[in-house]
């Protein structure tokens, strides 16, 4: 087997963490892919002076979802029935999902199965002209997004890609409200830059708050959901964060924020 690739981090400064999938031709996620993916995550969760992160591919590729051709080999070497590991990809999800600062997909190229599921539990996403989607569930017996898609275009839209396994270009994706924005190839990640600086520039504990309120947000009654903002709110007045926010209104200057 060849190169089992690699997740390269870059610190772009201003609390901003890039992690960057690179495994040609298309970044597949085979076992070791997810194992290093699942290491840079708990990487950058753990640096509190990371404040926002890019998720994004090299080459022309965000992610092609599942190394199947990996996942069969390996099969083989045991001498078993090829098949991707799932519940590994599940649990890297996961932790994409839950991570503390917001993720920003910057999705260059073909983002197809899992890696279309990839880009769902972040935060944001944002596009090149040149990306693709693919909900590839139907495509290869299985079935993936039909949770988080729904929930983010709507139910009759999600079911155009998810029943069809039809690629969408990047257009339809900002018509449908999959991405935010779509740039040139060549500016891509300099919005993402842009963007993610923004994010690491607002009140650390406020942003990690109010993501925490959004992700639980359709699931919560509104009575469920005004007790969780409460808790939230009393910690964040307390928070020295919130005092300088204040101070900076009255100065008539940016503020600056630190994590307690």
Not at 78 to 102: H, I, N
Not at 107 to 127: P, S
Request: glycine share 8%.
């Amino acid at each position: 087997m060849g190169d089992p690739g690699v997740v390269r981090r870059e610190d772009a400064g201003g609390g901003v963490a890039i992690l960057e999938l690179d495994n040609p031709p298309a970044n597949a996620m085979s076992a070791v892919m997810l194992e290093r993916l699942g290491a840079a995550l708990a990487e950058v969760e753990a640096d509190l002076a990371v404040r926002a992160i890019i998720l994004t591919g090299a080459g022309k590729a965000f992610c092609a979802g599942a190394d199947l051709k990996a996942a069969d080999a390996d099969a083989a070497e045991r001498g078993e029935e090829g098949g991707e590991d799932l519940s590994a990809f599940g649990r890297v999800l996961e932790q994409l999902a839950a991570c503390r600062a917001p993720v920003i997909a910057a999705i260059n190229g073909h983002c197809v199965g899992g890696g279309f599921e990839m880009a769902l539990c972040c935060d944001l996403r944002i596009a090149s002209s040149a990306a693709r989607f693919v909900c590839a569930g139907v495509n290869m017996g299985l079935t993936a997004s039909a949770y988080r898609l729904p929930r983010l275009i709507g139910l009759a839209r999600a079911k155009a890609m998810l029943l069809t396994g039809l690629p969408h270009d990047a257009a339809t994706a900002l018509a449908w409200g999959l991405v935010t924005a779509v740039h040139a190839p060549d500016e891509l990640m300099t919005a993402a830059r842009d963007l993610a600086a923004r994010l690491a520039s607002r009140a650390p504990l406020s942003v990690e708050a109010t993501k925490r309120l959004a992700d639980r947000a359709l699931d919560q009654s509104p009575q469920d959901a005004a007790r969780a903002l409460t808790a939230e709110m009393l910690a964040l007045q307390a928070s020295a964060d919130h005092r300088e926010a204040v101070r900076a209104f009255v100065e008539r200057r940016e503020p600056r924020f630190w994590r307690r």
